[in-house]
């Protein structure tokens, strides 16, 4: 089994920063892509960042320069610091992996996500 654990969820005030972390275990070969989505209640998941294991990134146009996201492949982790953060962005943030394992060739794998809280 392929599992995604998330960490680093918490409260923080506004302008606050936070950093997540998402390690992938298992019998992986490698993660083609990671990345981390959100969910606020009453509204549909969205895309925050992706990475893939080349490097290549992609943000949502609502982080506006905010947030980094970076991954260690030989680790298979993957890390997003958010900083300036706003009321807004609170949401649950889940981790998400596009996997090759022993198992499959390519997986999709959602973390169970983590509460980031923006409030004074």
């Known amino acids: 089994q392929v599992q995604l654990v998330e960490s680093g969820g918490g409260l923080v005030q506004p302008g606050g920063s936070l950093r997540l972390s998402c390690a992938a275990s298992g019998s992986i070969f490698s993660a083609y892509a990671m990345g981390w989505y959100r969910q606020a209640p009453g509204k549909q998941r969205e895309l925050v960042a992706t990475?893939?294991?080349?490097?290549?990134?992609n943000y949502a146009d609502f982080v506006n320069g905010r947030f980094t996201i970076s991954r260690d492949n030989a680790k298979n982790t993957v890390s997003l610091q958010m900083n300036s953060l706003k009321p807004e962005d609170t949401a649950v943030y889940c981790c998400y992996a596009k996997i090759h394992s022993v198992l499959y060739y390519d997986r999709d794998y959602w973390g169970q996500g983590t509460q980031v809280t923006v409030s004074s």
């Open positions: 990475i893939t294991s080349g490097g290549s990134t």
